[in-house]
Every structure is written in C-alpha cells, then in structure tokens.
C-alpha cells in the first residue's frame, strides 16, 4: 500500500467520523427539541447522556452507512474529474475541496433516498422536517471539506 493510499483512507475515515459525529449529534438534538414542542421538558443532563447513547447506538449502522455513502461519493468526484480533465479538455482538479464538499451532501441525499425504499423506514428520524434533513446533508458537507482537504498530495 502506497502512501498516498494510507493518507485517502486517513481522509476517508476521518471524514465520515466527522460526519457521523456531527449527524448523530445534530439528530438526537432534533428529537430533543420535538418532544420540547411537546411541552415535555428535556434537562442538560438528559441532552447529554441522550446524545451520548445516540452516538453509541448510531455508530455501527448509521456510521457503516455514512462510510460507504462518502467512499462511494468521492470516489465518483474523483474518476468524474480525472475523465473531464482528460477527455473534454476541462481543468478541473480531482483534489478539489469544493467539490468534495459537494460530493459529501450529494451522498447524504442519496443515503436518504434510498434508505426508505431499501428500509422501508425514515432511519434518521430528524429528515423527517426540512431544517433536520438540510442539517444532515450539512453534515455530509463538512465531511467531504476534511476528505478534500486531509486527501490532497
């Protein structure tokens, strides 16, 4: 394995850890709030222990599928940069942070699209509002600016 391999699986996995962290907490102070629409009140103390547990419980399956939604993302950015640049002439870097960064939230709507009709369930319940739904694809954004970022030569 050669080192610019080591340092895109660096980027690759630092990049959805941020992800998943970020999406786990923004989801679980989602649903927090909700049940605080519902005139139940919610301590600091609960908002912790509930975000902790959130994080834990998410991990292996939320965090797997961020993983490879991301991998699957980037790596599309990548081979769709490197083609343009080549055959169409286009100078377009294939270690853009920006479009990494794009890449990111694309694949968090792709995730979204297709965990309902793969699932038949919202898993996140937070996409289930607008503002949860743009807070998640927000968090897929800032994955792929680390990707971007932490990946390049």
């Not at 996995?13 to 962290?21: D, E, H, L, M, N």
């Amino acid at each position: 394995m050669t080192y610019i391999h080591k340092k895109t699986l660096f980027a690759l996995f630092t990049a959805a850890f941020v992800s998943f962290s970020i999406a786990s907490v923004l989801h679980t102070q989602f649903v927090l709030y909700r049940l605080t629409a519902l005139n139940i009140n919610i301590s600091l103390n609960t908002r912790i222990n509930a975000t902790a547990q959130d994080w834990l419980g998410l991990l292996p399956g939320y965090g797997a599928i961020i993983l490879l939604g991301l991998a699957v993302g980037f790596m599309c950015v990548y081979f769709a940069a490197k083609a343009m640049s080549k055959y169409l002439s286009l100078r377009i870097s294939a270690h853009s942070t920006a479009l990494y960064g794009f890449a990111g939230v694309c694949s968090f709507i792709a995730m979204f699209a297709l965990m309902q009709p793969i699932l038949n369930i919202t898993l996140i319940a937070s996409v289930r509002s607008e503002l949860g739904y743009l807070a998640q694809c927000v968090a897929g954004g800032i994955g792929g600016i680390i990707f971007g970022r932490l990946s390049k030569p």
